[in-house]
């Protein structure tokens, strides 16, 4: 049943848009989002100020300031929260170490324990890089150790985890669970268990320096990668005579881990390459369309991005775009709130999908975060209601605003706040999204992904030509998957 995964999201966002989001074309997927995109003034009202002074507001005066904003007050109200116990306790939470998430993360937990004094949640940040963040769990829910209790799960591992985590469902209300994207919960049922609570939705995106778009004389970002790549390296080459030598076209994630995986994806899908392994188990990489999409990603190594970027992750290509040296960026959402506040870049950015490929479509990864619950938990109610908090849906809407990433739930794309923080959060972008193939491959994900992203990698390294690579690759996946 998970297999309905994305149909169901676009689907639901289609509906949001339907019922008042701002009008989209879903029949254009690929083009229409930059010219619904911001005006490269708007960025500079930088809405995530809304955002800002919420850390230092007195929780007790959240309700009121909740009252004047209309479609917030229909969010559960903060008053009914159950803390789960009475008694003192201390739980860890494993938080998001990138961008505005430390913040958004430390403000929600001044909430939740402004409502719940006797429980005190001790943030520990967790790795950046998602395969670490896992091998860490793991080792954690072998031992069955009690040390975490409040984990950050990504999208693509309810199936891995599942057997270390609680169901929520006997923590949350009917309501909040109603709230979320219908996908979003199917996601994270496994065996009729809810794993995971939606918290963020993500998908990869391309910034791009409006500025610099049109000092060159373009008036649009590039709809395709071959447009992408002149304009990159018009761009490069014009910035360095003007002196900066530092100055790079495209920057994105090259590092050997799942970041690579979501970019390869991207690369993939919109080449008509299929998508590692379908939704019925077929596994697709082994093709002249994959293997034309990953020549060209290993083109653009040293010529419009920098050697360096097959070691970069999410934060290291967002250093080199927040420097303001680098004309284009593939990333996700949490990027945009980041960005505002880059003096080099000046409010002179925006974002559009990622380029369409050979096969006329652009793709875009779907990612984002769910927050669980360690079965190991000595104190399992105090975290589950914790848990609950950060995912309510007057919670999500700070952390949605704070971190610039779309919610978990549907009434949350019709709220102001909301389309003012990321007005790129409309249904045109999501209707390209491609998910991992976690659910075909369930426990197996994490295997098939390393074994996808060490292939791309040596590609993108040199160290093998890309038909080899995905010959010797399409082997692997066969011996590990039983084909
Ligand atoms: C982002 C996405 C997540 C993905 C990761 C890869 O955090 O939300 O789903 O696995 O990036 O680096």
Redesign the pocket.
């Known amino acids: 049943m998970r297999r309905f995964l994305l149909p169901m999201l676009i689907l639901a966002l289609a509906l949001m848009a339907a019922c008042g989001a701002p009008a989209a074309t879903p029949s254009e997927p690929a083009a229409p989002a930059a010219t619904e995109a911001p005006a490269a003034a708007e960025p500079t009202e930088a809405p995530a100020e809304e955002a800002a002074p919420e850390p230092t507001e007195a929780p007790a005066e959240e309700p009121a300031a909740e009252a004047t904003e209309a479609p917030a007050e229909e969010a559960m109200p903060a008053t009914e929260i159950n803390c789960g116990t009475e008694e003192e306790v201390t739980i860890t939470f494993i938080g998001d170490p990138a961008g505005t998430h430390p913040d958004a993360e430390a403000a929600t937990i001044e909430r939740f324990q402004a409502l719940c004094p006797n429980i005190t949640v001790d943030r520990i940040p967790g790795d950046a890089n998602?395969q670490n963040l896992l091998a860490v769990y793991l080792t954690a829910f072998e031992a069955e150790s009690p040390d975490f209790d409040v984990i950050r799960v990504?999208?693509?591992w309810p199936g891995l985890l599942a057997d270390h985590l609680l169901d929520m469902s006997e923590y949350t209300s009917q309501e909040q669970i109603d709230s979320y994207l219908p996908a979003l919960i199917l996601n994270d049922t496994v065996d009729g268990r809810l794993v995971a609570l939606p918290l963020r939705i993500?998908f990869g995106m391309l910034y791009y320096r409006t500025d610099l778009l049109e000092k060159y004389g373009f008036d649009a970002p590039p709809a395709t990668w071959d447009e992408l790549e002149s304009m990159a390296q018009t761009i490069q080459e014009g910035e360095r005579a003007d002196g900066n030598a530092e100055f790079w076209g495209f920057v994105w994630?090259g590092n050997a881990?799942?970041?690579l995986t979501?970019n390869a994806l991207e690369w993939q899908v919109s080449n008509g390459g299929g998508s590692i392994v379908s939704p019925e188990g077929e596994i697709e990489v082994n093709n002249e369309a994959t293997i034309d999409a990953f020549e060209r990603a290993a083109g653009w190594v040293n010529t419009i991005s920098p050697p360096g970027v097959v070691s970069y992750?999410?934060e290291d290509a967002r250093g080199v775009w927040h420097a303001g040296n680098a004309a284009f960026m593939r990333n996700?959402p949490y990027a945009y709130s980041s960005s505002l506040e880059s003096e080099a870049i000046g409010g002179n950015f925006d974002v559009a999908p990622v380029p369409a490929g050979e096969a006329g479509i652009g793709a875009a990864t779907l990612?984002?975060?769910h927050i669980g619950v360690s079965r190991y938990s000595e104190n399992p109610e105090a975290a589950a209601a914790f848990a609950a908090y950060m995912t309510s849906v007057e919670n999500q809407k700070h952390y949605a605003i704070d971190t610039s990433s779309p919610p978990a739930s549907l009434e949350l794309y019709a709220d102001p706040d909301i389309q003012a923080a990321m007005p790129f959060a409309s249904p045109d972008i999501v209707e390209v999204t491609t998910a991992r193939p976690s659910t075909a491959t369930a426990e197996q994900y994490n295997e098939v992904s390393t074994l996808y992203f060490t292939a791309v990698h040596s590609i993108l390294t040199g160290q093998q030509d890309a038909a080899t690579a995905l010959e010797l690759l399409e082997l692997d996946l066969m011996d590990l998957l039983g084909n």
């Open positions: 998602v990504d999208v693509i993500g994630q881990y799942e970041g979501t992750q999410e996700w990612g984002g975060w």
